[in-house]
């Protein structure tokens, strides 16, 4: 199993840029390497939208809307998955989860997938002002 904490959200004004953390505790006998990685978010009176995923190979795939603007990554080494968000838009402002799959999942629309992780953490909140 895998545990999940989120960071680094907060209210920007449109354009501005923020960076999530999401840490991740697993149990003694699993990787956090082996983990297919995603985030998604939620916005109220909206469904959960996949936002970007990473696969254990390295590959990323991101929803339309956010493509040339974030980049996910991750840092095996200390466990964490990050979200860089750059030139923010009011339409982003969400609650932002990040979410793990013990699933090796691959192709062109892992991130609509996302939501549909295993385990996920109690998210951060990002609102984007104009």
């Known amino acids: 199993a895998v545990r999940l904490v989120e960071s680094g959200g907060g209210s920007v004004q449109a354009g501005g840029s923020l960076k999530l953390s999401c840490v991740g505790t697993?149990?003694?006998?699993?990787?956090?390497?082996?983990?297919?990685m995603g985030w998604y978010r939620e916005a109220p009176g909206k469904e959960r939208e996949g936002v970007a995923a990473l696969d254990t190979d390295g590959a990323t795939t991101y929803l339309d809307s956010v493509k040339g603007r974030f980049t996910i990554s991750r840092d095996n080494a200390k466990n964490t998955l990050y979200l860089q968000m750059t030139s923010l838009k009011p339409e982003d402002t969400a609650m932002y989860y990040c979410?793990?799959?013990?699933?090796?999942?691959?192709?062109?629309?892992?991130?609509?997938?996302?939501?549909?992780?295993?385990?996920w953490g109690q998210g951060t909140q990002v609102t984007v002002s104009s």
């Open positions: 979410a793990a799959d013990s699933d090796d999942w691959s192709g062109p629309t892992v991130y609509k997938r996302v939501p549909t992780f295993a385990y």
């Open positions: 697993v149990d003694a006998i699993t990787y956090y390497s082996v983990y297919s």
